[in-house]
């Protein structure tokens, strides 16, 4: 792939396509598995947060290789937000 000049616009559409894809996707599999374990409104906003990420990613990629290392780093932060979340809430900073 070059720098993309000579790209008809359905090249570039399917490039862009791609690399959201390849943005989201990761995040998304993280979605399937909290829907799957019965958490509906963690997989709803970790949804959210992987598309609207995913679309950043997808923009500012180069190469559909560089938006899947995105997306990964993207599943890995969302992942640990929600270990810290967690443990925020299982930790109360006051006594009861």
């Keep these: ?38 958490a509906r409104a963690v997989a709803y906003s970790i949804a959210v947060f992987a598309v609207l990420i995913g679309f950043v990613i997808a923009t500012t990629a180069r190469k559909p290789r560089g938006a899947l290392k995105g997306g990964i780093g993207l599943l890995v932060a969302l992942l640990v937000f929600q270990i810290v979340v967690h443990w925020f809430f299982t930790h109360p900073i006051q006594k009861s």
């Design 1 to 38: 792939m070059a720098d993309g000049l000579l790209l008809t616009g359905k090249e570039r559409a399917r490039i862009f396509w791609l690399k959201l894809a390849a943005g989201a996707s990761p995040s998304l599999v993280l979605v399937a598995v909290a829907a799957a374990i019965g």
